[in-house]
Structure formats: C-alpha cells, structure tokens
C-alpha cells in the first residue's frame, strides 16, 4: 500500500511544479498608494444656542502603505496604514448672524492587520484577494473661530474597530516583481467629539464610517 501512496505523492509535485506560476505568489509584497477617505457623516447635533448644529464630513484625499507576508497560496496576514485629513464642517443658523458656517481637517490615521484571502490562485496576470481584521484609527483635534472671533476647541478620541477590504494586483509584465495595486476598504468608526472648557463641558459621539479607494504600486519579494 505505502507504493500507491509514494506514486501519488511524486505525481502531485510534478504537477505543481508543471502548474503555471501564480501571482498570488507566496512571500512579501509591498504596496504604496493614494488613498481617498470619503466619511460617512451628515447629522443634527442638539444644541442650546442654536438649537441645533449640523454636523459635516468632506472627502480627502491622503496616502498610505501596507506589507503582506503570504505564508501559502491562500493566505496572507498584512499591517498597513492610511492617513488624510478629511475636513469637518460645522453649520447652524444663528441668531444675529444668521447662517453660520465653520470647516477644519481633522488628521485621520488608520492602521490595519488584515488576513488576506487571495482568491485566484492560478492567475499570472491578476491577484484577487479579500481582507479583513483589526484598525486603530486616530483622529486629530478640531479648532474652530465662531464669528465673534472665539475659539470653538474639540477634542476627538481615538477608535479601535474592525474593516474590510477588497483588493486587487496587476502584474506588469511577465515574470515582473511589480505590479499595479488598488483596492477598496470600509472602516465602521465611532467618532467621539468633547468640548472640555467650562461652562460647556459635553461630549457627543457620532457615527463616522470610513470608506477608503486606493491606486498606487506593489512590489513582491
């Protein structure tokens, strides 16, 4: 019986020796890239005077970087970052002023560990790979000036959440180490905002998802 067994064995090596190369190919791969944040944020904020303040997110556009180690052809576990500085806007109609606007960026760091599932195994051209796991996100504090010229000053805690990924590598070239590399990426966050100087000491927590594209260059090693 041990024959049988040996025979097999030799004859599924030289099939994956004989099997073209795969992109997903096992090791490191460094990626680099433009990353756009786009947050998901658009709420009424109760207040006292006004009422009540909308409370605004824009997109922006950052950059940032990762590095896979793929220890098989299916499997990868990757720590990346992406930083940008989405700008947060804050509108209400006040009294006397009327319709008051204020904008500020609000530096935004995500830091991830993925597992990668790299779903075609046999492409030479194309590595399709799904992702998800853990992301630190940091978040810098705001500073406003209302139109009496006050400083409005926000302090905003960091989050530690989970996010998803699809991603998506072009080898350029045959046999080539480098590739072109994009992706799309959902971070669930909650975004707590405290004004600490008395008399107006409070705090709000709001949702602000992240939806992050990536475009940039790989390199496998």
Sequence with gaps: MRHPTIILVIGALCLSFAAPASAAERGWHLRAFAAGFDPDLDVL???ENPDEVRVTADSALGFGAGLEYQFTDLLGLELGFMSGSPEIGLSADVPGFGL???????STLVITLD???HVLRNSRLFDLY???GMASVGYGDLHFVD???DALDLDASDDFT????VGLDIILGENSRWRATGGLRYVWSDLEVSQVEPPNES???LDF???NFTVGFGYSF
Aim: glycine share 10%; aromatic share 6%; no cysteine.
């Design 100 to 106: 008051v606007s204020l904008k500020d960026p609000m």
């Design 130 to 132: 799904l992702g998800g």
């Design 45 to 47: 904020v109760p207040s």
């Design 209 to 211: 998802d992240l939806f």
């Design 147 to 149: 139109p009496e010229g």
């Design 115 to 117: 597992l990668d599932l």
């Design 162 to 165: 989970f996010s998803a990924k």
């Design 203 to 205: 705090s709000v927590t």
